[in-house]
């Protein structure tokens, strides 16, 4: 269970880049690579293994002026997602 | 949320390159994937060379670098090529058998910022691993340097060639891996081309144990906490795999001396002339290359291909098997059902499910 106290980072060998070439964010993973719209590039711009899930929704709340429980619901959402498949760890 | 990265047009950027940067190996595998004429030391690209190369590919859109051979490590600028990679951006792969691993090359190369490390293993059994790869003893090494792989933290990637004699022990091999921590483990059949093709009848399985490895993968999926690719030896399919993601679509190859190659079994096909990277940027090479425009797309497909609806989806399956197995590059893949050739799979499958008990043929080289 990922509660807001959580402070998730990039696994080993996993890591969100530009690509410069496509004008993508993406994340780069054992032989794979997935693209990251721009609210996902936008919150794991902000996994560091220092800020906390509620800092992480802080931020991104201010900065998109949005509904604090619906940024809430999708960056828990997504981040639980990535670290079940191994992209990201506390 | 996030999706895989596919590619959309034709002449869309690559995205992976896999450098052989060296055909040197101590091991002697008889399904060694590498050609029939191997390059030597003399010939193999220098380290600016290489490092220049990796510049163009970043610029062209490559976002992984998989350091292959031949034994990568044999090359000893290879934490400097890492180290290069590393600074452009590019994720960087260790594809290597393992066998010069210690904690001192392995700092150098965690140093240096490798991102992730392929671990080839021929088997579960110490005995049959020696036989397969004709060196002595080879089995402690292995798991050694899995212990420092993952000792220094680094993501680990458990890599089997399935063949005839040891896909039976796969749920041994999932045990391996989940006891010394890979997060991936990829459980390829031998694809059969170059000197793999000289052992088939040898190594290619019966339908029966495909079966059975079918249900272990299901079941190990089922489990869970490990990434699982596993690749059937076409050969038992209907229709064909769409090779390489699709030819000059995805991937590129660099072989030791420097020549670029759709695929890294692409210099079997008379015809096809291959660049090489001393000559010419990687961006001309890639997108006007006459070795990738010749089966790039659906343009160049015979029938059953041209009118086919999966023309899109396997990309007419792959050229240099349809190159071994019906003599010409421009044929149906035979592993298509619709290919009029088929009856050289069938027969190939007959052979390996009367024969049990074959030698192999063994290839040596190390100058």
Redesign the interface.
Known sequence: MLTESCCLKF?????L?H?T??HLW???A????????E??AATLKLVDGKRSLKEIIDALTADYQADRSIIARDVTA?LA??RDK?VLNS | ?????IPSAAEA?P?SLLAEVTHRCPLSCPYCSNPLELVRKSQELSTESWKRVFKEAA???I??VHFSGGEPMVRPDLPDLIAYAQSL?L?T?LITSGVFLTRDTLKTLDEAGL??VQLSFQDVIPEEADRLSGFSNVQPRKLEAARLIREA???L?LNFVLHKGNIERMPAMFALARKLGA??VEMANTQYYGWALRNRAALLPSLAQLDAAQDVVNAELARGGL?I?YVTPDYYADRPKPCMGGWGRRFLNISPSGKVLPCHAAETIPGLTFDNVEEKPLKEIWENGQAFRRFRGTEWMPEPCASCDRKEIDWGGCRCQALALTGDACNTDPVCSLSPRHNTILDAIREANEKTELPFIYRHFST
């Open positions: 696994a080993r060998g996993h890591r880049q690509d070439v496509r993406i994340i780069q054992p032989e794979k690579a997935f693209i990251a719209d609210i996902a997504l997602e990535l191994g | 949320m996030t999706t895989p990265y950027p995205m610029d062209l859109g976002l992984q951006n994720y792969n991102d992730h933290g680094l993501p990637t997060i991936r990434a690719d």
